[in-house]
């Protein structure tokens, strides 16, 4: 596995990005990723940094890049694929939803467990923005997002960018 830092224009700054033989294995928001080894296959940091600019700018709807599945397993996976699968650019998902469309779930019946728990595994998401855990919101409202007051941001600048949510007038993206 190895790093790249992407530029973008999220509240968060800079995605880091983990790219394998297979795809893309990790990207996060917020944070450093620490002393890991960096990627020098031009191929991969031209085709990940092009995409996920044009995305970013409005000029893409999906990012087209291969996804290595290996940081997450069982349920989680399940639930990942099923986000990734069946929930378009431009549309959201409760955590509720998302739970019962999984299928991992059946079987609960505690009120609420599996929607908090799909909350918890959106916060796990290893492939923020590829696998559209921003798309997953509250029954009542836009719901959580990992980095705190900065993961909110992020949350809401893509949802605005892909049209869900109106810009405000500090909106800062493309229109």
Request: no cysteine; glycine share 22%; hydrophobic share 40%.
């Given at each position: 596995m190895s790093w790249m830092t992407v530029e973008t224009p999220l509240p968060s700054g800079p995605m880091h990005i983990a790219v394998t033989q297979v795809g893309v294995?990790?990207?996060?928001y917020v944070g450093q990723p620490g002393e890991r080894p960096p990627c020098t296959d031009r191929s991969k940091i031209d085709a990940v940094t092009g995409r996920i600019a044009e995305y970013l700018a409005g000029?893409?709807?999906?990012?087209?890049?291969?996804?290595d599945w290996s940081l997450s397993t069982g349920p989680h996976r399940a639930v990942l694929r099923t986000l990734w699968h069946e929930v378009p650019f431009g549309r959201t998902i409760t955590y509720g939803e998302l739970a019962a469309r999984?299928?991992?779930?059946?079987?609960?019946?505690?009120?609420?467990?599996?929607?908090r728990t799909v909350g918890q595994m959106m916060a796990a998401n290893p492939v923020a923005l590829l696998v559209p855990c921003h798309r997953v919101v509250a029954a009542d409202g836009i719901g959580?997002?990992?980095?705190?007051?900065?993961?909110?941001?992020?949350?809401?600048?893509?949802?605005?960018?892909?049209?869900?949510?109106?810009?405000?007038?500090?909106?800062?993206?493309?229109?």
């Open positions: 294995a990790a990207a996060g000029g893409r709807r999906e990012l087209g890049l291969p996804i999984s299928g991992v779930f059946e079987g609960v019946t505690e009120p609420g467990l599996a929607a959580g997002f990992g980095g705190g007051r900065v993961g909110i941001d992020v949350k809401r600048w893509l949802l605005t960018l892909e049209g869900v949510l109106e810009p405000t007038l500090d909106w800062d993206g493309p229109l």
